[in-house]
């Protein structure tokens, strides 16, 4: 099954925890909205979130690296919208959105490292005593598991994350493959 995703409560309290850290509240509430893998949403810079009046954009499309397929137009939760506003207004449209402290000398966002040990480091704060079951992809996993929880719909949840094929976001759930193709079966788009 891979990964563990964050559960909502997990979420709600790291949004409490990490609200005066810019990084953080951008990674937690950025990569649970999109719901991309660690090296796209690094590599976003802020024109992606923001307009060129600095008011955020309500939906977002991001051309993914290992498919090369652009994702489906993502609504921007009120959470980021927030963090957006407090935390990027200020910056120019063309920076890197997740820079961290030296950032200012080499120009390039955090790595994919400082991401995964910033997540290890928010499960502990939780008190999760098995940190190795989470990870970068555990961000990218909450909300669409979070959906899937509340719909079984899982064709929708392999669109939203721009999988190929039903097989695959089964496994990425943790569904077994017949009942995720059971529910894709009745779903006609």
Not at 47 to 60: F, R
Not at 66 to 82: E, F, R
Request: with cysteine.
């Amino acid at each position: 099954m891979g990964k563990k995703p964050l559960n909502e409560n997990q979420v709600k309290t790291l949004r409490k925890l990490v609200a005066d850290k810019p990084l953080q509240s951008l990674l937690l509430n950025l990569g649970c909205d999109l719901m991309l893998r660690a090296q796209d949403l690094l590599q976003m810079k802020i024109s992606s979130v923001m307009n060129e009046s600095g008011t955020p954009k309500t939906e977002v499309k991001v051309k993914q690296k290992k498919t090369g397929k652009t994702t489906l137009s993502i609504p921007l939760s009120p959470n980021s919208t927030k963090v957006i506003k407090e935390f990027l207004s200020e910056r120019q449209l063309n920076d890197f959105i997740f820079t961290g402290q030296m950032s200012h000398f080499t120009r390039k966002p955090i790595s994919t490292q400082q991401y995964a040990k910033i997540v290890k480091k928010w499960m502990k704060s939780l008190g999760v005593e098995d940190v190795s079951q989470y990870s970068t992809h555990s961000i990218r996993k909450s909300k669409p598991t979070l959906i899937y929880n509340k719909t079984k719909n899982v064709d929708a949840v392999r669109r939203l994350l721009g999988q190929s094929s039903v097989t695959a976001t089964s496994a990425y759930l943790g569904t077994s493959d017949e009942s995720s193709l059971d529910l894709a079966r009745t779903i006609n788009i």
